[in-house]
């Protein structure tokens, strides 16, 4: 099946005059990586497609090869000539099906994706759930087809998995990965400008921010769970972004040895956004149940803003409230 639809999704890409890429609402190296490599092959073939992305992308992916076509302007979706709409990374129907609502033909729509919570919401639904990020999917994609991407696209799909698996780290990794990688790097992908510009360029200052968490580490007695929280104090007073503070959960993922491991960073709003890891237990069932998503092992939701989580007994409920959806 999942051979199947790679050349049905090929059939469908070959026809479309005017495609419009969609990234996950969070944007990620996975989503981001996904969608610039399925794009560079269209642009070789004389399409240029726009990837709309939700907000302005973060400096440390301004390295990937052909982030200029992505766009924050709506607007793209307006142009009546738009004849296909293909989301990567997006387990979200509700944000994808909005942006779909702004088109005038309603074309299609291919969901590219990996995460267990995706309701496939798609026409064409390519939901590969043991793949380790939406990346490797577009590897198998150009496989499948008989397809050679460039040293730029091989680029973007190794940011993705390198992003997804922590550069083959987290319990995401599985054989598929490195399968992937080791041929996307015989292909000329540039594994070491990816580790450079997203893991190893952290400002003092976010050192610092991580530092504040670390010290609030809290063990809880009746698992093996470890959790931490950051405060808007600690994110606005160090004077960095949040996109920077990013990558705390996968660092303490990879440097502790707890079951499960619950990170809540304070927003700007007032609300929280709650990062989950784990070894063992399906945490993607608490994020399902709490409006968010993910994966079994590595999850989020969000928490409404005037709930006090960003506290150390806010921080002890909200992971109690958390585990009781397992139980
Ligand atoms: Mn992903």
Redesign the pocket.
Known sequence: MESYTHKRIYEILLVAKHPVFVADERIDG??LGSSLALADYLKGRGVRVPVFVSEPIPAKYQFMPGIELCTTDRNVFSDPTIDLVVSF?CSDAAYVNGLHALTVNRPSIINID?HATNTRYGNVNQVVTDSP??AEVVYRFFVENKIVPSREAATCLITGICF?TTVFSNSGTNERAFAAASDLMMGGARIQEVIRNMYQNRSVNVLRVWGAALERLNRHDTQSVVSTYLTRADIDGNGVTDDEVEGLSNFLNLATDADVLFVIRETADGGAKVSMRSTGPDVSLIAKQMGGGGHKKAAGFAVLSGSTVCTKEGCRQLVENALAVLK
């Open positions: 996975d989503s990374d990996h990020a939406t997804d």
